[in-house]
Structures are given as structure tokens and as C-alpha cells.
């Protein structure tokens, strides 16, 4: 049997904790970028059909989403991995009851005094 040094054995890890895989990263910020590309283009062919209507200034709100939208797609697209926790991994602490001490442990263990139950004495003996 081999026995793994103590600073191994001691410490485990929370596989909650661990980092999404790399494809599911970027399959994250592909469909992200495409759905902003895509309120992008509603945003563009809006302002072609309230330019067509002659709606004057209102056609610029949406032009104003269309020119910028894209930045922001792409910065978010290439922003890389989300940071994880500073501080690494958390040692597993389980929570555990406490120790059961069973009935009549409640009061504090040491020697015992004479006249109390579990003296194995006479109450009252050597008390003058």
C-alpha cells in the first residue's frame, strides 16, 4: 500500500469549483457575439425603413446601435476566460454534527469532588 504524503492526503478539492471546459468558453462568446450581431443588422434595417418613412431624426436612434453594437461584440468576443476565484481552491469542509458524548458528559471532565455522585465515597464523607 502506498501512503500519499500528508500535505496531499489532507487537502481536497470541490469539483464545482473547476473552470468550464475551453470549448464551452468559446461556444459561449460565439453565441454571444452572434446575437449581438444579429440585433446589429435588426437595428440597421431599422433605420433604412424609418429613413424610408421619412421619420426624421427617430431614424437615428437605431443607426446609433447599429455603429456601435459592433464594438462591444467584439470585446466581449475576445475577452478570453472569465477570471476564477484569486484565492484558488477551497479545501472540502464538510459539515459534520458534533461528537455525540453520550448522556451524563455535559459537565467537565477532572477530579471528582467529594459528596457528588461518582466519587465512589459516602456523601458528606471527609468534610469536617
Known amino acids: ?24 468558453d468559446i461556444a459561449y462568446r460565439e453565441r454571444r457575439y452572434l446575437i449581438m450581431m444579429g440585433f446589429r443588422l435588426a437595428c440597421f434595417g431599422l433605420t433604412i425603413v424609418l429613413f424610408a418613412a421619412g ?4 431614424a437615428a436612434i437605431p443607426a446609433v446601435g447599429a455603429i456601435t453594437i459592433p464594438y462591444f461584440a467584439v470585446v466581449f468576443a475576445n475577452g478570453g476566460r472569465e477570471p476564477t476565484s484569486t484565492r484558488g481552491f477551497r479545501a472540502y469542509e464538510p459539515k459534520l454534527p458534533e461528537r455525540y458524548s453520550g448522556p451524563g458528559h455535559d459537565t467537565p471532565s477532572g ?3 467529594a459528596g457528588q455522585p461518582g466519587d465512589g465515597g459516602v456523601p458528606g464523607a471527609g468534610q469536617e
Open 1 to 24: 500500500m502506498r501512503v500519499l504524503p500528508k500535505s496531499r492526503r489532507d487537502t481536497t478539492h470541490l469539483v464545482t469549483e473547476a473552470r468550464k471546459p475551453r470549448s464551452e
Open 55 to 58: 421619420a426624421g431624426w427617430f
Open 111 to 113: 477530579p471528582p469532588v
